[in-house]
């Protein structure tokens, strides 16, 4: 039986119908020739209106890019929604386009949950003049506050007892270090920012760390990528909503700390990023098209706060369940650290140098842990024929982290944790080219150094003096990772028993 009999039609509706037909026939045979004729990187079939986000598993999306980069190579097409995007996979390809062509991939992609969240300022989400001037200040600035310095190694030492103190209390139970790792990383760059730590029952501090944890989780939700491809349907979304609310709610809070730094300033005796950005926002004060005003000093302080907790304290997160994973290694780490540093003194950054296992495992974790797999969206800033293909300008850009960190012709059996990635025949550590957990290029994390020297104090310091285990009614503990913008551990649960 024929349509046409089922479903009796007039001739004004096979007209229409036929129009409709011709024209999805016109779209398809249309990309491909568009696609041939530009050259651009090869892609799957396209589906009308939705594109490709049927292909892609949502909650983890970079898994289905790894997949889809077997079939149609290194550098692919995708249409998310209303979004188009190119692909770059494999750590040649990433490296190529980030290191040797850093101009044009410097862009950061326009994402409708981005550009609500930040309006376009600060260091991470920002774009163009301003984007540059905020980071070129925020480098200079923390530095000058300590970062690769020893006076910041001093203050995460400090925060280490704290810590110690706050994990003993647990007194070898079972419980979830996730906000005592936020708050302790966070109060590490809290000192360069405000010029002072928190305590951890500080109310204010306590919300900003559970909000900006909340939010982190949120902006990886299925229903944010969805929102992403088709923003008109952003009142829809009910997440969407919480995302802003938790963020009016923090840039409230760093809106009144700013304001009791600016009341107490004094120009002589700069506390910290704060301090200083206030100090050159009276300078400019003249200057009507001066970057620095109110909205980029709030939005750089918030994503300072928020990089400098997210990433370091979800790497913790990961070496912990690694090392209930896998004792033997745990305990491989803490024979070496014993036998150099004893038990009693406190590590220190320049013992990373005579603890090459423990250094190859924390590099392991990080690479395992794949903390932000699918990276943060790029933009080309122009019209660039890359490896062959035609890119054009404003194109978003997605130089897949996961890519890079599991490439099979960089590492021998990527998806196993084996901290011999990172060992030579000796016993000696070796550094390896395609270790990019911070990305690469200029959009590369800009607290990259504070950051490593946190990961090696707080994890050698925590392995020293505690011994992580499973908890007792957990039978098969599984290294899955839960849905977020970042890679966490699913299973949180830890116990911690001293030594």
């Known amino acids: 039986m024929g349509l046409g009999s089922a479903f009796p039609l007039d001739a004004a509706t096979l007209l229409i119908l036929g129009a409709l037909s011709l024209l999805l026939l016109l779209y398809f045979r249309r990309g491909s020739k568009f696609h041939g004729a530009?050259?651009?990187?090869?892609?799957?079939?396209?589906?009308?209106?939705?594109?490709?986000?049927?292909?892609?598993?949502?909650?983890?999306?970079?898994?289905?890019?790894?997949?889809?980069?077997?079939?149609?190579?290194p550098i692919f097409s995708i249409k998310l929604g209303t979004m188009k995007a190119v692909v770059l996979t494999g750590y040649e390809t990433v490296k190529d386009a980030l290191i040797n062509h850093p101009d044009v991939f410097?862009?950061?992609?326009?994402?409708?949950?981005?550009?609500?969240?930040?309006?376009?300022?600060?260091?991470?989400?920002?774009?163009?003049?301003?984007?540059?001037?905020?980071?070129?200040?925020?480098?200079?600035?923390?530095?000058d506050f300590g970062m690769g310095r020893k006076s910041i190694e001093d203050k995460i030492v400090e925060e280490t007892h704290f810590l110690i103190k706050m994990f003993e209390s647990y007194e070898?139970?079972?419980?979830?270090?996730?906000?005592?790792?936020?708050a302790a990383v966070a109060n590490i760059i809290c000192s360069i920012v405000f010029g002072d730590r928190f305590d951890y029952d500080d109310e204010r501090f306590n919300i900003l760390v559970k909000t900006i944890n909340e939010n982190i989780?949120?902006?990886?939700?299925?229903?944010?990528?969805?929102?992403?491809?088709?923003?008109?349907?952003g009142f829809l979304h009910g997440i969407r909503k919480k995302l802003l609310q938790n963020n009016t709610s923090n840039i409230e809070i760093i809106k009144n700390l700013i304001n009791e730094n600016d009341q107490t300033l004094d120009a002589n005796s700069l506390r910290g990023f704060i301090d200083t950005f206030l100090l050159k926002q009276r300078q400019e004060s003249g200057n009507p098209n001066t970057y620095f005003h109110e909205k980029n000093l709030a939005y750089t302080t918030g994503n300072l706060f928020a990089a400098g907790m997210e990433t370091t304290s979800t790497t913790l997160r990961w070496a912990m369940l690694l090392m209930m994973k896998y004792p033997d290694i745990q305990e491989k780490v803490h024979k070496e650290i014993i036998n150099f540093i004893g038990s009693e003194r406190v590590p220190r950054a320049e013992d990373r140098k005579s603890l090459p296992y423990t250094n190859a495992v924390i590099h392991e974790v990080q690479r395992f842990g794949n903390i932000v797999p699918m990276n943060i969206m790029h933009s080309t800033t122009a019209d660039v024929n890359f490896k062959g293909y035609f890119i054009p300008k404003d194109t978003i850009v997605i130089p897949l982290l996961t890519s890079v960190l599991f490439d099979k012709t960089q590492w021998e059996n990527p998806r196993a944790f084996n901290p011999s990635n990172f060992l030579d025949a000796d016993g000696?550590?070796?550094?390896?080219?395609?270790?990019?957990?911070?990305?690469?290029?200029?959009?590369?994390?800009?607290?990259?150094?504070?950051?490593?020297?946190e990961l090696f104090l707080f994890f050698t310091t925590l392995t020293q003096k505690f011994r992580f285990q499973v908890p007792p009614n957990v039978n098969n503990l599984e290294l899955v990772s839960g849905v977020g913008f970042t890679s966490f551990p699913k299973y949180q649960n830890v116990c911690a028993v001293r030594r």
């Open 38 to 73: 530009l050259n651009l990187p090869p892609g799957p079939p396209c589906l009308p209106i939705i594109g490709h986000l049927h292909l892609l598993d949502l909650k983890k999306p970079h898994e289905s890019l790894m997949e889809l980069s077997e079939k149609y190579g």
């Open 106 to 143: 410097g862009g950061r992609a326009h994402l409708p949950i981005f550009d609500d969240l930040s309006e376009g300022h600060g260091i991470i989400f920002g774009h163009g003049e301003s984007w540059k001037q905020m980071r070129r200040f925020a480098m200079s600035t923390l530095r």
């Open 172 to 182: 070898g139970q079972e419980f979830n270090p996730t906000l005592k790792l936020n």
């Open 217 to 233: 989780k949120l902006v990886g939700h299925p229903m944010v990528q969805i929102y992403n491809s088709f923003p008109i349907l």
């Open 428 to 453: 000696k550590f070796v550094k390896r080219d395609a270790f990019a957990p911070f990305s690469l290029g200029r959009r590369a994390c800009a607290g990259e150094t504070l950051a490593r020297v």
